[in-house]
């Protein structure tokens, strides 16, 4: 069965911290993994996009790394912003184009 | 600003009846799936167009239906509408071997 597992569920830091999500997937083949960003209520908003021969992907503040041997992926967030506070999906693209989703990370930036 | 433009935002809809949601995609993007995310939750894949034909379907009933038109429009109808179909509703669209764009979704409450 097809997974992207996330965790932590949810994360409260303080503004001007770091932080690091994980993702966990089987999935397999895949042609490449997706990190979004989520405000409540909203669509999905693409943050980078890795295919599997690629380990590090930048985009601003935000870090994503994947290491397909192991089958995980992480995404760093620097420097912290209120306004980094949503939700972080970590996406797997089967081949074929099916969007596996992971059920999100809670991230909560505290001033 | 992805392109993809969903509508309504929001919707009240009572217990049987049956409702239909719209999804206005960039030209081009002839591959349209449609995502059901509870509160909380990852989006769960519900079904995908590609060039007006239902060509992938998740784990929903019949009750759960779609059309894509050739202006790249798409919809998504559900009948019976019961409390749990209460979600956030995604639709995310994209050209061939391109990433997917996402609308920013339509709310839907059942009473």
């Known amino acids: 069965k097809n997974q992207v597992e996330q965790s932590p569920q949810s994360l409260i830091i303080l503004e001007g911290k770091n932080c690091t999500l994980q993702c966990n997937y089987t999935v397999s083949p895949f042609s490449n993994l997706r990190w979004y960003k989520q405000d409540t209520g909203r669509g999905p908003v693409s943050l980078t996009i890795?295919?599997?021969?690629?380990n590090t992907k930048s985009n601003g503040r935000y870090t994503a790394t994947l290491d397909a041997d192991t089958k995980q992926s992480s995404l760093h967030i620097t420097a912290s912003q209120l306004s980094d506070s949503a939700s972080y999906i970590c996406?797997?693209?089967?081949?074929?184009?099916?969007?596996?989703f992971g059920q999100g990370t809670e991230l909560s930036v505290k001033p | 600003e992805t392109g993809v433009t969903q509508s309504p935002t929001h919707l009240i809809k009572t217990r049987g009846q049956q409702v239909t949601l719209r999804c206005s995609s960039q030209s081009g993007h002839n591959t349209v799936s449609w995502y059901q995310q509870a509160l909380g939750q990852g989006p769960q894949f519900i079904f995908q167009?590609?060039?007006?034909?239902?060509?992938g379907r998740g784990n929903f009933p019949p009750r759960f239906s779609g059309l894509q038109f050739p202006n790249y429009s798409s919809e998504l109808n559900v009948n019976a509408l019961e409390l749990d179909d209460s979600a956030l509703y995604l639709c995310?669209?994209?050209?061939?071997?391109?990433?997917?764009?996402f609308g920013q979704g339509t709310r839907l409450t059942v009473v």
């Open positions: 890795m295919t599997f021969s690629e």
């Open positions: 167009y590609y060039r007006e034909e239902e060509n």
């Open positions: 995310a669209s994209r050209a061939p071997n391109t990433e997917a764009f």
């Open positions: 996406v797997v693209i089967a081949q074929g184009g099916k969007l596996i």
